[in-house]
């Protein structure tokens, strides 16, 4: 009898983890990733861009109280990412703890701490033996790291590729993926292995996003290749159109629930304000997550205007969740596009060039037919109003294509021409009209 019951249990077990069974798991399945997390992009502040390792209890519940005071929270900034450099040691069984000189009264008060003020706590680690910044990594320890995580009260992770030596990154993220399901707390799972093993063709079931290139760094052109003092190649960080031209060709991958993430933003690093103006708009154009880098203790008005415009927010956060597309180029002039609920569209004129650009906007020859949304812009058909997102003052205009009667010989195009600033944007949102 005992020798049936173990022969069924061992049955039992092949046939739930038989590879068949396994791919029919539906999303909310034991090891399925946590849904419900990423409807739109992330959007919070890392620690990373501007302060590396040198992140503390003081400064990071400084920064909470920031986020809600300078209504950063209110405009969608839920997520507070403590990346590299909190960790202390794993102890004789195993488990990680925090800094404790750095965190003393330890991470379970801190996400405490978060929660009570409506901000969610992230955390970061590694696939590999050791983080980038050479603290411990999760390889061999993942179950328990996850645990702790959800013990502490954690709901992001960041998940970091260094030291991981030749381990499978899809089977490194899915054993992740499922230690994060199984502790039994909803953790938003944020990959980040720069895009090597291109995570875009297998991730969506994964993780709920996924980085597609390497680190950016403050600038807005390629970053020149660094040098140590004896002349020999130093890693070097990628400027921000570097990183738009890997990650715009990726849109179809992308959708709710799994996002492309071109790396955090270096809005209010040290570019000028209309790069950085350039840099947030290109992020909410290509759907990216909106994680702030800045110190935003000590941040000039026109960055806190940047980052809290509500409308070029919106672009990003707009519930279809489709990616944005660069329709053309034109020497320095860019031309996108963003399908957005509603029939509206998101249209951004980019200046790469290092003067001031007089724009002709030619509607009829910016005619969008987006496979991917299975939308057209139909300027000859539908007309627009149209708002200036970083000019509130503009008044809003119609597109006007083709007009009956005095209109069509007319041929109204509004407006004729906008001048668009060296590696800046403008950005509209265009609503239509009942058709004609
Ligand atoms: C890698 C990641 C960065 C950051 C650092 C931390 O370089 O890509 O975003 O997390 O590690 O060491």
Request: contains cysteine; hydrophobic residues 40%; charged residues 20%.
């Amino acid at each position: 009898m005992k020798t049936h019951i173990f022969l069924t249990f061992i049955a039992a077990v092949l046939l739930l983890t038989s590879p068949a069974l396994a791919q029919e798991r539906k999303p909310d399945a034991p090891g399925a990733k946590w849904e419900g997390l990423a409807d739109t992009p992330q959007m919070g502040w890392s620690s990373w861009n501007k302060f590396q390792t040198n992140i503390n209890e003081t400064l990071i519940k400084d920064i909470a109280d920031r986020m809600v005071s300078l209504g950063l929270v209110d405009a969608g900034y839920v997520y507070l990412n403590l990346d590299d450099g909190w960790h202390g040691e794993r102890d004789e069984r195993g488990f990680i703890h925090e800094d404790p000189e750095k965190f003393p009264s330890g991470m379970k008060a801190l996400a405490d701490y978060l929660h009570a003020k409506g901000i969610k706590l992230g955390i970061y680690s590694d696939a590999g033996t050791n983080t980038c910044a050479c603290y411990a990594g999760s390889l061999g320890h993942e179950y328990q790291d996850a645990f702790m995580y959800a013990y502490w009260g954690v709901d992001y992770l960041k998940y970091d590729w260094c030291y991981t030596n030749d381990i499978n990154p899809k089977g490194a993220y899915a054993l992740m993926r499922n230690a994060l399901r199984a502790a039994g707390r909803p953790i938003f799972f944020s990959m980040c292995e720069w895009g090597s093993s291109k995570p875009w063709e297998w991730a969506a079931e994964v993780g709920h996003s996924w980085r597609t290139t390497g680190d950016i760094g403050v600038g807005f052109l390629p970053i020149p290749q660094r040098y140590d003092e004896n002349g020999n190649k130093m890693w070097t960080p990628l400027g921000v159109m570097p990183i738009v031209d890997l990650n715009e060709p990726l849109r179809k991958y992308a959708g709710p629930g799994h996002w492309n993430d071109p790396d955090m933003l270096e809005v209010g690093n040290g570019m000028t304000d209309a790069e950085d103006r350039a840099h947030f708009t290109l992020w909410c154009m290509m759907a990216a997550p909106l994680i702030l880098g800045n110190d935003i203790t000590n941040m000039r008005p026109e960055t806190l205007a940047i980052i809290t415009n509500r409308d070029v927010i919106a672009i990003d956060q707009d519930p279809l969740g489709i990616q944005g597309l660069r329709l053309k180029t034109d020497g320095d002039i860019q031309y996108w596009f963003k399908p957005l609920s509603g029939g509206d569209w998101a249209f951004c004129i980019l200046n790469v060039g290092p003067e001031p650009a007089d724009v002709s906007i030619d509607w009829s020859s910016l005619e969008v037919d987006d496979d991917l949304s299975g939308r057209s812009t139909d300027f000859a058909t539908v007309n627009y109003t149209v708002k200036d997102l970083w000019n509130a003052s503009a008044k809003p205009f119609t597109t006007l294509v083709k007009g009956k009667g005095k209109l069509r010989k007319k041929m109204v195009q509004n407006p004729a021409s906008v001048v668009v600033g060296s590696h800046d944007v403008v950005v509209y949102r265009l609503s239509p009209l009942a058709s004609r």
